[in-house]
């Protein structure tokens, strides 16, 4: 069975940092995009960050650029959400979700992430003083 589970959520200070594990098993990263997604109370879910996992090209929306880092270790079969400087509004349910894909039938990284085929159950994040 082909799935993806996050992990590494919590609750920070302001300042503070996280990382997220998105774990996939049943298929192989190498042939997949990972996106990374988040709901927060009252407002649409939002699709932040995504990662070919066969080259490595990423994509940040300016929410998060210059705050949070997504990798891949295909040795592993995860990828990672480095999330720095996080700030109130950063809290959310944050989810993974992959993607099967050929990488040259798309232009732009962010395209690869649409309409995944897998999604995580979520992980909560919280960021308080």
């Known amino acids: 069975q082909s799935r993806v589970v996050e992990s590494g959520g919590g609750s920070v200070q302001p300042g503070g940092s996280l990382r997220l594990s998105c774990a996939a098993s049943?298929?192989?990263?190498?042939?997949?995009?990972i996106g990374w997604f988040r709901k927060a109370p009252g407002k649409e879910r939002e699709g932040f960050s995504c990662?070919?996992?066969?080259?490595?090209?990423?994509y940040y929306a300016d929410s998060v650029k210059g705050r949070f880092t997504i990798s891949r270790d295909n040795a592993k079969n995860t990828v990672y959400l480095q999330m720095n400087s996080l700030k109130p509004e950063d809290t959310a349910v944050y989810y993974c979700a992959a993607r099967r894909i050929f990488p040259q039938h798309f232009t732009t990284v962010q395209a690869m992430c649409v309409r995944p085929d897998y999604w995580g159950q979520g992980t909560q994040v919280t960021v308080s003083s």
């Open positions: 990662i070919s996992c066969s080259d490595g090209r990423t």
């Open positions: 049943g298929f192989s990263l190498d042939y997949y995009a």
